[in-house]
């Protein structure tokens, strides 16, 4: 078995983080949802911050964090290594988190994954295999970034694929005649007057 | 107090307490890896499960549990039994069986319970996962496949010793104990990690692959690198010391021993004096002791004892310094003392120089001002003890003195003398809170009594303190574990005698012929000029370099010695090896010595000189006791001067001969100037 470690140490240096005036504000705001003296409370959505301004969390945003938040740089580097989907490597513009849990592999997530890594080259794409999205319904899904794409196949994955290449944003949701999980083929009953 | 059943044996427990507490004290054993008496409570190891009625029907654990009245405990139950049994399995999915390798082994709390509790085969087949091993400094060795994930350590630095470095990062089968960052520990209680270590992933460094725990003699004792005194087990194999362990005492160091105390015994090996030496044309010959007693009686015979001196050092037992007081009362010498670095404290009042509320007291002060000294390099442990009170909450801690990193939030209200009288005055608004409190401790170092204006400062601060019947907030933290030993036996000057700094004085203007070091290393020993100097010790240090005759005497391993510590305890350690080569234990020395000079000192067994001492101060007859000592007025009322307090320890990891000797103290300096430089 391969080693684990948490600490990639292949990652680039980044030499210095700060936030910016606007997230800077946002923070505030977090840590104001918590009785003084608690605003380590606000971790996760600061570091989740963090990560969308940077677009992953190198070491120095998680010191920058804990220092905001007064707490020790080894209680943040606990947290943002427990939860999957803060990333400690640099990802793509887009991050594919492909659902191959039973249903979604049932309803063929092989497929979708193999298109995923093909198309995945560090800069635009990046991939991951997650556990179950919660969206079995309309399996399989790939969430990218905050948006769940729905009822994928070869051929509409690679059309969303190429819409944010072309940095359009698709719709989110079912890539098939479908109004989220209602039936496909639009409405089949209560269609009377 | 809640009335229990377990096992079916009735009982009334405190209210409160866990059942794995109360388990104990029906003297039942349950066994555990995550819990630890003085510590949080994790409850992840699921090792310590019991069937608890009421309750629902599934195991709980129960060192999280708390007692509830009427409660029924099962610990022997079937369910019980199969609970233990796949809770060990599961431990065991991961963990390497390389105990013959591993230097847990024969102490290890895994392969004893495994045995006990374990089921005799896995069913798991997979490979066990492989964790690379982690950087914790050179005191700390990691072998992280072996790790439980107790979490024991993370809580020890975080709780105990104060540094927020090591945590678990991932999760699952990902999950890592590691300080992420890999860096030493900066903590002065490492090795500690060590022992609480139910398993072999944190071992020791440098007693890596040394020893085994059967082979060892183990022999209790007293640890002398601070004044704490705190309770050490020493392992000797074939006469060599191969390892110091900290032995319970709740009064003093609770389960703590400090880095030094643990791992300066390399220094023990190295620049040992073991036979006696005496300078011959400007060069130390070896000699043997009749040659070395004879040049000391050829020189010490014709002169006035006014002309002799005597400096004790930081590291003598009670039983050389009663011997060595008596040589010199017998050569007429009123030029004795025990302060080397000159902390004016007098010997007349004992409430004047010892830790009157003791460190017991620590746990009830709701105010603690710190002047003139950092106890974390002063006396970690002790230390440690403070940081427990603030964690309570009920305590507030203040400093005049050096800024340092406590471990804990510290209001820092001066930096010397100034700032006292102004707080001593009632200028300050922290003076408010000193009166308000009910148990202040003021907490005087060295730093502040060795100065100049140390009597005044002292004066100062008996000014403050609060003395009732129940307590006594005057509190002497020493350095030397000799000192407060040495001044309890009156080591001090003499009618008409000098104090250390006129002993150097007078060897520079020839009216001090000769000095007796008493493993005296700390002083300026290019000061004593032409002096003819006998160096009596057990390390080649400053004091042996400048000696004329070099008599080589026992480290605190290899003579039983009574220790006072910085609270006035008196504690007796025990001789765990022998001296090296021609050495001796140091108050045989004396003896022999007082013989030759025609002066013989009254006794001649180690029993009869523990009589003298209770002859000299009735204080020794008590042993392992605490009390305030007597009140009485002390210290100077006179002027200051204003510069800051200066902590007398510079570098915790070197204090004296054997840690100036010690390799592994040198490793932590180094690692340790390192990570101040990275800063």
Redesign the interface.
Known sequence: ???????PKDVPQVASFAFTPENLEKVKGFVANYPPGRQASAVISVLDLAQRQQGWLP?VAMNEVARILDM????V??IA??YTMFQLKPKGKYLLQVCTTTPCWLRGSDAIMKACQHAADGETFSVQEVECLGGCVNAPVVQINDDFYEDLDEASLKKVLDAFKRGETPKPGPQVDRQTSAPEGGALTLKGE | MPTIKIDGKEMEVPAGITILQACEMAGIEVPRFCYHERLSIAGNCRMCLVEVKPGPPKPQASCALPVADKQEIFTNTPMVTKARNGVMEFLLINHPLDCPICDQGGECDLQDQAMAYGFDRSRYHENKRAVPDKELGPLVKTSMNRCIHCTRCIRFATEVAGVEQLGATGRGESMEVTTYVESALQTELAGNLVDLCPVGALTAKPYAFEARSWEMRKTESVDVFDALGANIRIDTRGGQVMRVLPRLNDDVNEEWIDDKSRHAIDGLRHQRLDRPYVRVKGKLAPATWDDAFAAIAAKLKPIDGKKVAAIVGDQCDAESMVAFKDLMAGLGSANIDCRQDGAKLDASSRGGYIFNAGVKGIDQADVILLVGTNPRVESPVLNARIRKRYLSGRCTIASVGPAADLTYPVERLGAGPATLRELADGKLGFAEKLKAAKNPLIIVGMGALTREDGAAVLALARSMAVVRDDWNGFAVLHTAASRVGALDLGLVPGEGGRDVAGILAGCGSKEIEVVYLLAADEIDTTKLGKAFVIYQGHHGDAGAHRADVILPGAAYTEKSGTYVNTEGRVQLGQRASYPPGDAREDWAILRALSERLEKPLPYDTIDQVRARLVAVNKVFAALDQQAPGAWGSFGTAGTTNDAPFVSTVANFYMTDPISRASKTMAECMASRSQLMAAE
């Not at chain 1, 078995?1 to 600490?7: G, L």
């Not at chain 1, 020790?72 to 209680?75: K, T």
């Open positions: 078995m391969a080693m684990i470690t948490a600490d070491r020790a740089p080894i209680r580097y606990e290594t427990f």
